[in-house]
């Protein structure tokens, strides 16, 4: 069974910084491309970033880009969502799954951020 474990929200304010780790058991991690999603109060939940199984191929949702960054530790099984940068428009719960662009498995508790001054 597939185990998604998010860590490494907070509350900072705008401008700020944190990464996000996501452990991941129960597939081969390495063979499998990764991404990250949030889902804001009231909203849909949404693709943000993308890595494919080796990191050689990187995707970053436009609301992001030039913010965050998506990377991966294949030997920890950890995928990581590095962000800068941060405005309050970030505030959400953000989730990490299996796949480069679209969810292969079910979701984890996920990690709050909130950005708020």
């Known amino acids: 069974q597939v185990q998604l474990v998010e860590s490494g929200g907070g509350s900072v304010q705008p401008g700020g910084s944190l990464r996000l780790s996501c452990v991941v058991s129960g597939i081969i991690f390495g063979l499998n491309d990764m991404a990250w999603y949030r889902q804001a109060p009231g909203k849909e939940r949404e693709l943000v970033a993308g890595?494919?199984?080796?990191?050689?191929?990187?995707n970053v949702a436009d609301s992001v880009k030039g913010r965050f960054t998506i990377s991966r530790d294949n030997a920890k099984k950890t995928v990581y969502l590095q962000m800068n940068s941060l405005k309050p428009e970030d505030t959400a719960v953000y989730y990490c799954?299996?796949?480069?662009?679209?969810?292969?498995?079910?979701w984890g508790q996920g990690t709050q951020v909130i950005v708020s001054s």
């Open positions: 890595i494919s199984s080796f990191g050689r191929m990187t």
């Open positions: 799954n299996v796949g480069y662009d679209a969810p292969r498995h079910s």
